[in-house]
């Protein structure tokens, strides 16, 4: 269908080019549009329109989508690839610090796709996964993959069944994405055979462990961060799954509790978005080597700010029971601590103090009112639970002191 506005702009580039109908005689002027038959307009105007510059040229239709049916059609499901935590056909940054346990959560959430078992308090949807690992050998990736397979019941004949599918990449170059001298930024080989087996196999999830390996781009530029994000949703859609990229968080990011490093284009620019942080106290120590928290910081598609506490156990990461965060796991530590050593220096000065709640020299009262306790904020009650917790790791006990004829009884460190 031609225009009006088609016409004109056809005859003022005849008039140009000297244009005629193959079927007209000799003429001075072009013969109007509608005198061509539909064949021979179509064609003309291509190639008027082609001859134009550039700047000149008619801008390409938006395509709109096209709703009109969608009143007598039932409203899709949102697809995923583990239930209100990774859309499916998107991808995601997962962030933490080097040594937190990143790479053997992603390897037991591979795992869990593989086999259809739990992750984390869910079921990944079922099927093949793909774990590309740079910072690894193939003998630090066995020694995971036998913990986390004993840790299901599973052998790794079942894995290979299931689909998971490992490459090893440490000491090779595992870029996938590159900025060229121009700031453009392009796809690599390695990119290339990925994307194919992606779209062959039809991964669940593809594991990118770590960014900064298969990124040589800037990581502060916005425009190059998007375009990595680009690439990384393009394999998430041939895959018809999720892919994860892991990464480390810059000290700013992990000061701040983002777990972003570069421009916070990194938030934007992924549709889930999880951090993995230690347990730390107040002044920055960490508390317990053992413990960990998975924050989900970002979920696109449904809810977000979940939080798992885990444990490091056998040689993967479980949840911990009962435990809702690490901020408050911390700071019962600390108080824990700061109670053993107002008993001990309370000892040590020949103070006596109580576990029962109506003596006047009562532990909880009395540890309250010292200065270390308040220059941490520290109050009666949480002293009083920290005596409990203590009682209950047989850390504390009550000691019977004094003559037969007057005993008494005094709160101690137990040896």
Not at 89 to 101: P, R, V, Y
Not at 277 to 289: F, L, R, T
């Amino acid at each position: 269908m031609f225009t009006a506005a088609n016409r004109e702009m056809a005859l003022r580039v005849f008039e140009d080019l000297g244009i005629r109908s193959p079927s007209s005689p000799p003429d001075d002027e072009p013969p109007p549009v509608e005198s061509f038959d539909a064949y021979e307009t179509t064609a003309l105007v291509e190639h008027a329109v082609e001859a134009l510059p550039q700047e000149q040229k008619p801008a390409a239709k938006l395509p709109w989508l096209n709703m009109s049916e969608w009143d007598g059609r039932p409203i899709p499901e949102r697809q995923w690839a583990i239930r209100d935590r990774v859309p499916l056909k998107q991808a995601g940054l997962f962030s933490g610090e080097g040594g937190t346990g990143k790479s053997i959560i992603e390897l037991m959430k591979n795992v869990a796709h593989v086999t259809a078992k739990d992750w984390l308090g869910t079921v990944p949807e079922p099927g093949p996964a793909f774990y590309l690992g740079a910072e690894d050998d193939k003998d630090e990736i066995h020694i995971r993959l036998a913990a986390i397979a004993q840790h299901y019941g599973v052998t790794f004949k079942d894995l290979i069944g299931g689909g998971l599918h490992v490459l090893p990449l440490l000491g090779q170059d595992a870029t996938l994405v590159a900025a060229t001298k121009g700031g453009t930024v392009e796809v690599t080989g390695l990119y290339r055979q990925l994307f194919e087996a992606a779209g062959d196999i039809k991964p669940k999830n593809i594991s990118i462990d770590t960014l900064s390996r298969a990124f040589s781009g800037n990581e502060i530029d916005r425009v190059q961060v998007y375009a990595f994000a680009m690439h990384m949703q393009a394999l998430a859609k041939v895959a018809d799954g999720s892919v994860t990229v892991l990464s480390h968080p810059s000290l700013q990011g992990i000061n701040s509790g983002s777990g972003l490093s570069g421009s916070t284009a990194w938030h934007g620019a992924f549709r889930f978005r999880q951090y993995l942080k230690a347990a730390k106290s107040d002044d920055g120590e960490q508390v317990n080597n053992d413990l960990r928290e998975l924050e989900f910081k970002k979920n696109q598609y449904g809810p977000r700010g979940e939080t798992i506490v885990l444990r490091y156990q056998r040689g993967l990461f479980l949840p911990e029971g009962g435990v809702s965060s690490l901020d408050k796991l911390a700071r019962e530590a600390k108080v824990n601590e700061t109670f053993l050593e107002l008993l001990h220096r309370f000892a040590g000065q020949g103070r006596n103090v109580s576990a029962t709640p109506t003596a006047p020299n009562y532990a909880p009262t009395a540890f309250a009112d010292d200065p270390d306790a308040k220059r941490h904020g520290f109050r009666k009650a949480d002293m009083k639970d920290a005596m409990a917790r203590l009682f209950s790791a047989g850390k504390v006990h009550i000691e019977n002191y004094g003559r037969p004829s007057r005993p008494a009884s005094r709160l101690t460190v137990k040896p």
